[in-house]
Each structure stands twice: as structure tokens, then as C-alpha cells.
Nanobody, 119 residues
Framework: QVQVEESGGGLVQPGGSLRLSCTAS????????MAWYRQAPGKQRELVAK???????NYLDSVKGRFTISRGSAEDTAYLQMNGLKPEDTAVYYC?????????????WGQGTQVTVSS
């Protein structure tokens, strides 16, 4: 069984920084991509950043130049470094990973971690 878990959220003042971590565990053969989504109250979930197994990245326009997604030394770990945080970045952040296991290829989601940007 595969699990995805996030950590690193919290309360930060405008202009501050946070680093989110995502780790996939279980019977994993390969991780095709890992991504961060966010959902603010009353809004739809949106893709924030994505990184493929080959290292290609893409970002939501509003976070370009402020957020950086990266992979750990193990392919089952990803990070989201968030700098210059703004109140509009407040949301629950979810990690998503497309993972190949024995006999399956599925998308997995973490439970989410709250990020609150407020003075």
C-alpha cells in the first residue's frame, strides 16, 4: 500500500518563508511526478507546482519567482520552498504523486497541511 504525507505548514507573517515536505512510502516501483496543489476556503483546488522524474518543473503564474519545487535524493521525496509569502497564499496545501507499484499506476494524495500567511 502506498501513502503520501506532507509536513511543514504553519503560520507565517507576510514576506516570510516556509518549506513543505512530501514523502511517499510503501511498495513503490517508480514515481513519475510529484506536485503541490492548494485549496483556499471557497475556492477550487489549484496546481501550484509540479516536478517530473526527469526534473522538469512548472508553476502557477502567481507563485513564479517565489516558490521552488525540488526532489530529494530519493525519488519519493519532494519539497516546496515558499519565499515572499502573501496573505493570498493562505490555503491547505496537498501533495500529489503519480506512483507505479506492482500491477498499478495511480495518483495518490496526502491529507494536506495548512499554510496561513497573516500579520
Amino acid at each position: 500500500q502506498v501513502q503520501v504525507e506532507e509536513s511543514g505548514g504553519g503560520l507565517v507573517q507576510p514576506g516570510g518563508s516556509l518549506r513543505l515536505s512530501c514523502t511517499a512510502s510503501g511498495n513503490i516501483l517508480s514515481v513519475y511526478f510529484m506536485a503541490w496543489y492548494r485549496q483556499a476556503p471557497g475556492k477550487q483546488r489549484e496546481l501550484v507546482a509540479k516536478i517530473t522524474s526527469g526534473g522538469s518543473t512548472n508553476y502557477l503564474d502567481s507563485v513564479k519567482g517565489r516558490f521552488t519545487i525540488s526532489r530529494g535524493s530519493a525519488e519519493d521525496t519532494a519539497y516546496l520552498q515558499m519565499n515572499g509569502l502573501k496573505p493570498e497564499d493562505t490555503a491547505v496545501y496537498y501533495c500529489n504523486a503519480r506512483i507505479g507499484a506492482w500491477g498499478s499506476l495511480d495518483d495518490y494524495w496526502g491529507q494536506g497541511t495548512q499554510v496561513t500567511v497573516s500579520s
